[in-house]
């Protein structure tokens, strides 16, 4: 079992920047590939940023293209979301998952990411 702790949620203004962190104490990711959802009220879980094991690949859901990075460290076991120019509708709880199967590409299914982090709410005031 790998668990996943989140951290760097809160409240923002629209237009500004958050970073959200995710690490693996006492495990490494190094291997997994590695992705941040979001569920807000109402709405299904969704991809918001995926990145390969080796960082070749990411992807990114269409709403935060431009905006948004994934950058991970593999010497250091995290994996971050950066969050820029932040609107109303990123409003959510941020999940970081990983998937153990060391793809070669991103999966965007969250069925396909066996371990969870707890979310960290992230609220984006207009």
């Known amino acids: 079992q790998v668990r996943l702790v989140e951290s760097g949620g809160g409240l923002v203004q629209a237009g500004g920047s958050l970073r959200l962190s995710c690490a693996a104490p006492?495990?490494?990711?190094?291997?997994?590939?590695m992705g941040w959802f979001r569920q807000a009220p109402g709405k299904e879980r969704e991809l918001v940023a995926g990145?390969?094991?080796?960082?070749?690949?990411?992807t990114f859901a269409d709403s935060v293209k431009g905006r948004f990075t994934i950058p991970r460290d593999n010497a250091k076991n995290t994996v971050a979301l950066q969050m820029n120019s932040l609107k109303a509708d990123d409003t959510a709880v941020y999940y970081c998952a990983a998937d153990r199967q060391g793809r070669v590409f991103v999966s965007r299914s969250a069925e396909n990411y066996e371990y969870w982090g707890q979310g960290t709410q992230v609220t984006v005031s207009s």
């Open positions: 990145i390969s094991w080796s960082g070749a690949s990411t």
């Open positions: 006492g495990r490494t990711i190094s291997t997994y590939g």
